[in-house]
């Protein structure tokens, strides 16, 4: 048989761009091949999740509800997102505004096809998740970095942004808590850049995908509830991260009506619907008992003071993680780029972290460290690499 892919490569539209994932394979091959590895480097909830969530999914199966469901969703999990923003964020949406997505990476695609044409430049953190940029660049956008640093605990600083605003600027993605800094954007600063995007016209999408994960001493503003900033802030989120939901796929949009039904369509191009059971669990997320969710806030907050703590004694310096499950580690003491301290931490202590070259960031410095390991596995990982320092550090 010939192979057919030489010709099929050639034929890739200009929106297919090559992003590189050799590095990240790289590690995953590596860590195959060793025994009893920690892996501290997953964005995915250690957690299983909650049984009462679980179980509506299945009561769904066995009631055949497993049908289409209308592309912006069921209208009870629709209603009873909007009353749950409401409650938990001060937001105003009304269920006509909402619509449910395969998760909130949909959410994202769904959003700059609808909004970014050829040219448009969008602003985003550094570092960051990096799915932004494939979306933006598959519609023709063009990202603009706006750099955050340690020294303000990766927070978005309203001047940076007002700086890189040009002609074109059409958008900015607000990411708080972000990943993968855990950096929480305070709320003063969340009213200066309401008031800049006001003044500039300037749309605003607001990821809050790990709002429910706040620590003591931080606090959450969604700058949609702020005057002025509904009719130009679309509000993402979903079920991933706060009840341990990866892989149910479940997210949403939260935006004014006009706007809403423009996104029907597109939406239903995409994949017509979220899974119907999966519909049945979110509603159950919602409107059940929310202890499950607060367990495992308490949980995390454990193991990150612990995390911050075995940091302070190896003499890392990180930024303030107010929010999320993660902390972004300064690694520049052991005299290594953090790519290659990654490699011999990998090789010479079997933990797994990445650095922050994955996530967008120029400042080779930095590894992101997940919190999703339970915290004996944290202290053991963290004691490994204290006993192996004579071997990573150059």
């Known amino acids: 048989m010939n192979d057919a892919s030489p010709r099929l490569m050639q034929a890739l539209s200009r929106r297919i761009r090559s992003h590189d994932e050799s590095y990240r394979s790289k590690m995953l091959a590596m860590a195959a091949k060793l025994p009893d590895v920690i892996a501290m480097g997953r964005g995915d909830p250690d957690f299983h999740t909650p049984k009462h969530i679980v179980e509506a999914a299945k009561k769904a199966i066995d009631e055949n509800q497993h049908h289409y469901t209308l592309p912006a969703g069921l209208p009870q999990l629709r209603q009873a997102i909007a009353d749950n923003l409401r409650r938990e964020n001060g937001l105003d949406y009304a269920a006509d505004e909402v619509v449910v997505t395969a998760g909130t990476q949909e959410a994202v695609m769904l959003c700059m096809l609808a909004l ?19 979306a933006v660049e598959m519609c023709g956008g063009v990202c603009v970095d706006v750099p955050t640093v340690e020294a303000s605990d990766f927070a978005l600083v309203p001047a940076e942004i007002e700086k890189r605003i040009t002609a074109k600027t059409k958008m900015l993605v607000l990411i708080t808590p972000n990943n993968p800094t855990g950096a929480v954007t305070p709320p003063s600063a969340v009213r200066e850049i309401a008031e800049i995007c006001k003044r500039r016209d300037i749309i605003v999408i607001s990821d809050e995908i790990y709002a429910r994960i706040i620590f003591e001493g931080s606090e959450h503003l969604s700058i949609g509830t702020l005057p002025g900033m509904k009719e130009r802030t679309i509000t993402l989120n979903g079920f991933s991260k706060s009840y341990a939901m990866t892989g149910w796929r479940v997210g949403y949009i939260a935006a004014p009506a006009p706007f809403v039904a423009k996104l029907v369509e597109p939406r239903h191009t995409l994949s017509i619907n979220a899974n119907t059971p999966a519909q049945w669990a979110a509603l159950a997320a919602l409107t059940g008992p929310q202890e499950p969710v607060d367990a495992m806030v308490r949980a995390y907050a454990e193991r990150r003071a612990y995390m911050m703590g075995a940091l302070d004694d190896i003499g890392f310096s990180y930024g303030h993680p107010g929010g999320a499950f993660y902390v972004y580690a300064n690694v520049e003491k052991s005299g290594r780029p953090a790519p290659e301290f990654c490699e011999k931490l990998l090789t010479e202590a079997r933990v797994l972290v990445f650095p922050g070259t994955l996530f967008g960031d120029t400042d080779d410095r930095y590894v992101r460290l997940s919190l999703l390991q339970p915290v004996e596995r944290i202290r053991e990982a963290m004691q490994r690499l204290d006993a192996a320092k004579s071997r990573i550090f150059a």
């Open 116 to 134: 970014v044409n050829e040219g448009d430049e969008v602003l985003m953190p550094t570092p960051r998740f990096t799915s932004y940029d494939t």
